[in-house]
């Protein structure tokens, strides 16, 4: 079959098809041609069979080697043979090299062979086999002027037309039907083809085949028999025949075994570490030609129902109260936080750091971390007291700690080339030391993750758990996280493929978390709940356990902030008050260690915990509900009061068993009375020494039985009084309305006898009554009273004159011992104003004074008050003073005493409530990263509470959910460093 072509002159490119034993004309099918331009014009699909360079220069492009052609009309050994490409060869008119353009494709197109005259040229393609399927590529090529009008055609349907100038190839495809196959080029000048290609395209089928499983509906331990039986392929010989029950929890490929007519059997045995549900088992069966196919084969695992840990494991874990968190991984580099600092490269992931996505995600490449040392990990933690330790095998940024086969990044394949995980089991199993593993079930990493494909995400998840669960011994925790996002984590098989794993293991809550449920709550399958960087409420029917930092972030941080050791131990001592646990997060360096300040901090708890951690071990909360600054544990029939700091005494709501003694564990001693209404503790001074003061109660029962009970009243010994300057007693207003009267005495309406009740500028001061609105007065250290004779003959200006006057007429008076004023039954943090009289206007008292201190704390510019300021002839000449002081009250009562320098008295006193009424309002205001919420100075004493939940409704009103802050209620103001988490959190104060 002839075709005509057009010839431009100098250089074309062809693509053939020939079949058949004799040259044939089997169709090519060619796409339309293209103008040469880049080395990526040369094909590269299907296998090379031969491609020849007419220009017999021998090049390589794009990665295919074209030999040298040797001769116009047959090329390589008669792979190619001409028939009208009479001219010769011809070089030196190919295209200059450019950008995309090489040397060695210029070279390809600066020859080819020609014709001498116009007309057709015929090709042959030899050594073909018959029914294979070829792609054939010819080039045409001639940069001269002439090459401008020169063309040429190839044979077969929509033959394509070539230009020479600049050159083009084409391309076709065939199926050979004879051993050599011709086409025909048509030319408008002379005939010419510069370089040729041939490539085998044929496509193979592979094997195709079916399987079952018998039975097909299965459980855990359960046998079935795998039948699979091939159904064609272009190979009759099978080679291999192999099924993945990864998802039985059958690590490793079985092989089937040949069982005649190419069927192929064995048997499975169903695993821990299934996942459960419809699954589809995958059995791959390889030909004699190495060609690949594949049977699905369904099987059915009854998800069993929901369960927990065993009792006796949740109730060892909650006796160690103490555990290490470490916070690990190439992160460190940077010295940034983990996984939070990676720059977002998925929407539906709420991390947006500083650090681009390709710089952290190899920051691996360069994670040589020599000195790491499992044992001494260990050590560090032992030495604290811990008693476990949960490790980030895999955080949210996806890089594993461990030599994993689901994913190549891991710490395997960075310079370190250790398994952390293997190591570190390895050393806590030979220490005793129970251990867990932190698991971020999201993936930042993976862009699969909450995407259309994330149930092959979920796969690869659950794989890498299967790794985690299976290869490092017993593992006692779980610890799965949450970044606030959807959840997508096939929960249910989750939970039970772990716990098919490690049927003993402790998990947490946050694998079942999401947008509508709270951060507190614990699903069916989980064991506990997780606070994270507060204190948990008390709650002793779900366990819990606070996670916090030591320092401001959980990865190591450089020269970081450290909490110091007396807020670890109150720590500590509120978690396991509130029948909680703490995991206190340490994150080693870069290197691979603990710096030595971080292991000589928390060292400073394991040397508590060896001389009292009776009080925290084995214990349970209760049965008093812990305060910001005390917290009460129980075992058997002793109940452990730890004062943080340590108080003068508390009062605690009454017990219904009898105490039998009290020690302090910590240093000093205690006094204890029980009452039927409560039980009062009272320090001696050299247990105020220490942090914490702990106090052992014997009981003469259980205190396992006791119900729990509200926390009590703390009172400090220190009260600071902020005195003003004296004044002359001069009129009535001078009497203070400030605030609320708490009580207004005056020794001259005593019950000796005297003056009435006086009311001045409102006030009315009272002489026969000790108590008034829940405070008590006393007045000790005087040896005498003088009703009415101090003042007899003093008058005073302005209104209530008279009554100011017999107000001031008496006093309780004594030696040069103090005149002690005590009150009683204060309010706790109320901010109080004290005003004090002092006057005598009898002869000669000008060169008397007194000073007025407390009698515990401290005083600011204590007062010293004239008993008279005049010439000491004439008592008219002077007046006595007054003074006022403020004070909050840190105890039910404080004490004053006036100190004369001849003798000592009172003429009268009141006490007002400066203390606003109302909740106080809260403001937060921002310096740096940090935010402080504060509240106005006069509500000293209220507590800050925290509350960090994802509840869609916002705040939860159940008590046991809000955390008390430590240390808040002697302040008023609160600074909250960041955390690099996203949970939401709510504050609100209340009182005590």
């Not at 943080?644 to 105490?659: D, E, G």
Request: glycine share 10%; charged share 10%.
């Amino acid at each position: 079959m002839a075709i005509a072509c057009r010839f431009g002159w100098f250089g074309v490119v062809l693509v053939c098809l020939i079949s058949g034993g004799h040259a044939s004309a089997a169709n090519i099918n060619w796409q339309a041609p293209s103008t040469v331009g880049r080395d990526s014009d040369v094909a590269t699909n299907g296998s090379l069979v031969y491609a020849y360079d007419q220009s017999n220069v021998g090049v390589v492009v794009n990665g295919v080697v074209f030999a040298a052609a040797g001769s116009q009309y047959a090329l390589g050994g008669g792979d190619v043979t001409f028939f009208g490409l009479n001219g010769g060869v011809y070089d030196g008119f190919g295209p200059p090299a450019s950008s995309g353009f090489s040397a060695g494709y210029s070279n390809l197109l600066t020859g080819g062979a020609w014709s001498a005259a116009a007309g057709n040229a015929t090709l042959t393609l030899n050594n073909l086999t018959p029914g294979r399927s070829y792609l054939l590529q010819c080039w045409v090529a001639d940069y001269r002027s002439y090459g401008l009008t020169r063309e040429e055609s190839f044979s077969g349907p929509s033959p394509p037309t070539l230009g020479f100038n600049p050159g083009h190839y084409a391309i076709g495809s065939f199926t050979a039907d004879a051993a050599s196959q011709s086409f025909t080029v048509a030319a408008n000048a002379s005939a010419q083809i510069n370089a040729i290609q041939v490539r085998d395209i044929t496509t193979v089928k592979g094997p195709s085949a079916g399987g079952s499983a018998s039975p097909s509906n299965l459980a855990i331990g359960q046998t079935a028999l795998v039948t699979v039986t091939v159904t064609n392929g272009a190979s009759p010989i099978i080679t291999n025949v192999s099924l993945d029950a990864s998802q039985l929890g059958v690590g490793t490929p079985i092989t089937l075994n040949a069982a005649g007519s190419n069927v192929f059997t064995n048997t499975l045995t169903v695993a821990r570490g299934t996942v459960y549900g419809s699954q589809m088992l995958t059995a791959t069966v390889v030909d004699g030609g190495g060609q690949p196919g594949q049977a699905e084969i369904p099987v059915y695992l009854l998800t069993p129902a929901p369960y927990k840990a065993p009792a006796a494991d949740l109730e060892t874990w909650r006796s160690n109260r103490f555990g290490m968190f470490i916070h690990w991984g190439p992160v460190t580099l940077t010295g940034l936080e983990l996984s939070w600092s990676r720059a977002n490269s998925n929407p539906q992931c709420p991390n947006n750091g500083p650090t681009p996505v390709d710089v952290y995600d190899t920051l691996y490449t360069q994670f040589n971390p020599t000195n790491f040392n499992a044992s001494n990990w260990v050590a560090v933690a032992q030495a604290a007291g811990m008693k476990y330790m949960v490790l980030t095998a895999k955080h949210c940024d996806a890089f594993l700690l461990w030599n994993s086969r689901v994913s190549a990044y891991n710490l395997m394949n960075s310079p370190v080339h250790r398994d952390a995980c293997a190591e570190l089991a390895a050393a806590a199993h030979a220490a005793g030391m129970k251990l867990g593993w932190y698991f971020s079930p999201c993936d930042w990493k993976d862009p699969r993750f909450r995407t259309a494909n994330n149930g092959a995400f979920v796969k690869s998840m659950q794989a890498e758990l299967r790794e985690l669960l299976s290869n490092y011994g017993k593992i006692d925790l779980l610890w799965f996280d949450w970044d606030g996002g959807t959840n997508c984590y096939d929960v249910t098989n989750t939970y039970a493929m772990c716990r098919s794993l490690q049927p003993d293991i402790l998990i947490d809550n946050r694998l079942d978390l999401n947008a509508d449920t709270s951060a507190l709550s614990v699903g069916p399958w989980a064991d506990y709940y997780t606070p994270e960087q507060s204190i948990g409420g008390f709650n002793n029917q779900q366990p819990w356990e606070t996670c916090m930092t030591l320092g401001t972030q959980w990865a190591w941080k450089p020269d970081d902030t450290l909490k110091p050791l007396s807020q670890c131990l109150s720590t500590l001592l509120l978690c396991a008050g509130g029948d909680g646990n703490l995991l206190l997060d340490l994150g080693p360096t870069a290197t691979g260690e603990f710096e030595q300040r971080y292991s000589d901090e928390i060292a400073g708890l394991g040397a508590w915990l060896a001389q009292h951690g009776e009080s925290v071990y084995g214990t349970r909360g209760g049965p008093y509900q812990p305060a910001s600054n005390f917290a009460s544990t129980r075992r058997d029939d002793f109940i452990y009061i730890h004062l943080l700091p340590p108080q003068t005494y508390a009062t605690l709501p009454a017990l219904p068993t009898n105490i039998l003694s009290a020690t302090v564990l910590t240093g000093g001693s205690v006094t204890f009375t029980q009452t039927t209404t409560s039980v009062l503790l009272q320090l001696s001074t050299d247990a105020l020494t220490n942090s914490v003061a702990t106090v052992k109660l014997t009981l003469a029962g259980s205190a396992m039985n006791i119900p729990v009970l509200s926390s009590g009243q703390l009172y400090a010994s220190a009260v600071t009084n902020l005195w003003q300057a004296p004044r002359p007693i001069n009129n009535g207003s001078e009497v203070s309305t400030q605030g609320t009267l708490v009580i207004a005495r005056q020794a001259t309406g005593s019950a000796s006898g005297g003056n009435a009740d006086q009311t001045v500028n409102g006030v009315t001061f009272l002489g026969n009554a000790n108590t008034e609105n829940g405070v008590t007065f006393s007045v000790a250290g005087q040896t005498g009273y003088h009703p009415t004779t101090f003042i007899s003959t003093k008058t005073f200006s302005g209104t209530n004159a008279v009554a100011y006057a017999a107000m001031l007429a008496g006093a309780w008076y004594g030696s040069t011992a103090p005149v002690t004023l005590g009150l009683e039954g204060l309010t706790l943090g109320h901010q109080y104003l004290i005003q004090i009289w002092v006057a005598d206007f009898r002869q000669l008292t000008n060169s008397r004074s007194e000073t007025i201190t407390g009698t515990s704390g401290s005083d600011v510019n204590p007062p010293t008050l004239l008993y008279l300021t005049g010439d000491g002839v004439n008592s008219a000449s002077g007046t006595g003073q007054y003074v006022i002081g403020t004070f909050t009250a840190t105890g039910p009562n404080v004490t004053f005493n006036l100190t004369g320098n001849q003798s000592s008295q009172l003429n009268a006193f009141q006490l007002r409530d400066l203390t606003p009424s109302g909740r106080p309002n809260l403001t937060c205001s921002s310096s740096g990263t940090n935010l402080t919420l504060s509240w106005p100075l006069p509500y000293l004493g209220w507590t800050l509470l925290m509350q960090t939940n994802r509840l869609p409704q916002g705040i939860s009103t159940n008590a046991q959910d809000w955390m008390r802050l430590l240390g808040t209620s002697a302040t008023n103001h609160f600074t909250i460093p960041p955390t690099g988490g996203k949970s939401m959190e709510y504050y609100r104060l209340t009182y005590p």
